[in-house]
């Protein structure tokens, strides 16, 4: 069975910097896009940023020039570096990772969330 487990949400001033880490575990045979939305209380899972297999990063643009995307192809692991925090990206982030698990086929699969706040 497939999952992803966050980590690294917290309570932080404005101005300052989170990183967030997803992990995958289970039996796949392969990870294609990975990445990170966020929600609010009320509100539609926006996209903040993705990354595809061949390293093609996608930002939402609230979020360009301070939060960087990246991915240990090795580890199957996906990190979200968020800096220069401001109050409005205070959020539920939520991990996801399109897999092709073994006796399966492709499938969008989702972490727990974790909350971030940010103080001003």
């Known amino acids: 069975q497939v999952q992803l487990v966050e980590s690294g949400g917290g309570l932080v001033q404005a101005g300052g910097s989170l990183r967030l880490s997803c992990a995958v575990s289970?039996?796949?045979?392969?990870?294609?896009?990975m990445g990170w939305y966020r929600q609010v209380p009320g509100k539609q899972r926006e996209l903040v940023a993705a990354?595809?297999?061949?390293?093609?990063?996608n930002y939402a643009h609230s979020v360009k020039g301070r939060f960087t995307i990246s991915r240990d192809y090795a580890k199957n692991l996906v990190y979200l570096q968020m800096n220069s925090l401001k109050p409005e990206d205070k959020a539920v982030y939520y991990c996801?990772?399109?897999?092709?698990?073994?006796?399966?086929?492709?499938?969008?699969?989702w972490g727990q969330g974790t909350q971030v706040t940010v103080s001003s």
């Open positions: 996801y990772a399109r897999i092709l698990p073994v006796g399966s086929s492709w499938s969008d699969y």
């Open positions: 289970g039996t796949f045979f392969s990870i294609e896009d």
């Open positions: 990354i595809t297999r061949g390293s093609i990063t």
